[in-house]
């Protein structure tokens, strides 16, 4: 069950640094400019490290 819901856990984050949400206040898009990341350079290194299984 534990894998089950690490695996589910990490869809969801995979899905909400890929959106296309630029709008809503907790966007990946908003998080990353206000802590100091370019977030097409975190999504190019996580294509690279690791993908979703599915």
């Known amino acids: 069950m ?3 819901k690490s ?4 869809l969801e984050a ?3 640094i890929f959106a296309e949400d ?3 206040p907790f966007s990946a ?3 990353a400019q206000c802590s100091g990341y370019n977030l097409e350079e975190l999504q190019n290194l ?4 690791n ?3 599915k």
Not at 7 to 10: G, N, T
Not at 46 to 49: D, E, I, P, Q, T
């Open 14 to 16: 995979w899905n909400w």
């Open 46 to 49: 996580l294509r690279y490290v």
């Open 7 to 10: 695996e589910s856990m990490k």
């Open 2 to 4: 534990t894998g089950e």
């Open 22 to 24: 630029d709008d809503s």
């Open 51 to 53: 993908r979703p299984s």
């Open 29 to 31: 898009q908003i998080c």
